[in-house]
C-alpha cells in the first residue's frame, strides 16, 4: 500500500528502537518518579506530539534542510542543547518533589506545584528541538518506501504514525511503570532531591553531548 513493503520488519525495527534509553526516556521516568505516573504520560503525550512535528517535517522534505545546511542544524541543535541545559540546571535547583496519591495538583508543604500543561510542553520541546530525531526519520523511513512510488509522502507520513504510536505506547507502559515505582517505594523527600540531582546532571550531560555533535 502506497509502496509501503516489508511492514512487519520496520514494526519490530521500530519497537527496538524505541526501547533503548535516550533524553526522551530519561525525561518520562524522572517525571514519572517525581511527581507521578500521570506527569509521565503527559510527559509521553509531550513527547509524541513532538515526534508528529519530525514525521510532517521529513515527509514534506524540511528536514532535508537540516540535512544539507550546517547552519541550520546547528541552529536547531544549539537550541536544542540550550534548552536540555536549561532542564538540567532547574532539576539541579529544584526541590524534593511529592511521588504520592498527589502528584500534580496538590503538594506537600514547601513543595512547588507543577502543571500538566507545564510537562507536556516541557516533553514536546525535547523532542522537537533535536535535531538527530529528524534526521533519524529522513535515513531510517525510506528504507521501507519504493523508490517508485506515485504517493512517497503519503506512505512516509503513515509510516512515522505507525512508529509514533508503537513509541507513544512504549513511553505510556515506561511512565505507568515508573510512577507504580515511585508510589510503591514511596521515596523520601531526601532520595527525591538525590534524583533530581542525578536527572539535572545527565540533562546537563546530554545537553553537551548534543552541542558538540557533529552533523
Not at 500500500?1 to 514494526?11: A, E, P, R
Not at 509521553?44 to 514534506?60: E, P, R, T, Y
Not at 512516509?156 to 515511585?182: K, P, R
Amino acid at each position: 500500500m502506497f509502496g509501503i513493503h516489508d511492514l512487519s520488519l520496520f514494526i519490530l525495527s521500530g519497537l527496538l528502537l524505541n526501547v533503548l534509553p535516550g533524553p526522551d526516556s530519561l525525561f518520562i521516568v524522572s517525571r514519572s518518579l517525581a511527581h507521578g505516573w500521570r506527569a509521565g504520560c503527559v510527559a509521553a503525550l509531550g513527547i509524541g506530539s513532538g515526534v508528529i512535528v519530525h514525521v510532517l517535517a521529513a515527509a514534506f522534505g524540511l528536514s532535508a534542510l537540516l540535512a544539507t545546511s550546517a547552519t541550520a542544524f546547528t541552529v536547531i541543535k544549539m537550541a536544542g542543547a540550550a534548552y536540555l541545559l536549561y532542564l538540567g540546571v532547574m532539576a539541579l535547583r529544584s526541590r524534593a518533589a511529592a511521588t504520592d496519591s498527589q502528584p500534580l495538583v496538590a503538594n506537600q508543604a514547601g513543595v512547588p506545584a507543577v502543571s500538566l500543561s507545564r510537562l507536556f510542553v516541557q516533553g514536546w520541546l525535547t523532542n522537537v528541538l533535536n535535531p538527530k530525531v529528524a534526521l533519524f526519520f529522513l535515513a531510517f523511513v525510506p528504507q521501507f518506501i519504493d523508490p517508485a512510488s506515485a504517493h512517497k509522502a503519503l506512505a512516509f507520513v503513515l509510516l512515522g504514525m505507525i512508529f509514533n504510536l508503537n513509541g507513544t505506547l512504549w513511553c505510556l507502559l515506561l511512565a505507568l511503570g515508573s510512577g507504580l515505582l515511585g508510589r510503591k517505594v514511596r521515596l523520601a523527600q531526601s532520595w527525591v532531591q538525590r534524583l533530581n540531582r542525578l536527572v539535572g546532571v545527565l540533562f546537563v550531560g546530554l545537553g553537551v553531548r548534543l552541542a558538540l555533535s557533529a552533523r
